[in-house]
Structure formats: C-alpha cells, structure tokens
C-alpha cells in the first residue's frame, strides 16, 4: 500500500458517507459526522478489497483504470457502509 491507494480510499470514502448521507437523511450524521465515518469506512473498505481481490499483492502502486476503479469502489461504498452501521447504532443506543 501506498500513500496515494490510500488518499484515494480516504477520499472516496468521505464521498461515499456524504453521498449516503444525504440520500438517506434520517440516518444522516451531519456533515462532520458523514466525513468521519466516510473516511474511516473508505480507508479499511478499500484495504479489505484489495486484499480479497489480491490487487496489493498483484500490483503494489499501480495507478492503471482497474486498480482506481477498486480503489473508488471499495473507499467509496466502505464510507458509505460505514456511515449506516454509525448512524444505525447511534439510533439503538439513543433510545
């Protein structure tokens, strides 16, 4: 892993939890709070599926479509899973 897979896990991920966020906005946290679980969630998101799909081991650094596409995907809906696990417990536990 490098620091430019993982400014673009992180990045995708905020976007993920901002763009979940305002779709679903009863389980929105607020920007801050889409961001922080978005980037959290984009981070280990995306480590998780590189390494399920082999792409770290494979092609450590590449910048070529696919592994940016992954790279995208996997920041961008782990943000957004994130998010939904945050906001669905905040709800569970605010009760």
């Given at each position: 892993m490098d620091l430019t897979t993982l400014a673009i896990q992180l990045l995708s991920g905020a976007a993920g939890g901002n763009i979940v966020g305002q779709a679903l906005r009863n389980l929105s946290l607020g920007f801050l709070g889409n961001t922080i679980a978005g980037v959290v969630g984009g981070g280990l998101g995306g480590q998780i599926l590189q390494h399920l799909l082999g792409i770290a081991a494979a092609n450590?650094?590449?910048?070529d479509i696919g592994s940016l596409a992954t790279q995208v995907a996997?920041?961008?809906?782990?943000?957004?899973?994130?998010?939904?696990?945050?906001?669905?417990?905040?709800?569970?536990?605010?009760?």
């Open positions: 450590p650094g590449a910048l996997g920041g961008g809906v782990g943000g957004g899973v994130l998010m939904i696990v945050v906001a669905l417990l905040r709800k569970l536990f605010t009760r």
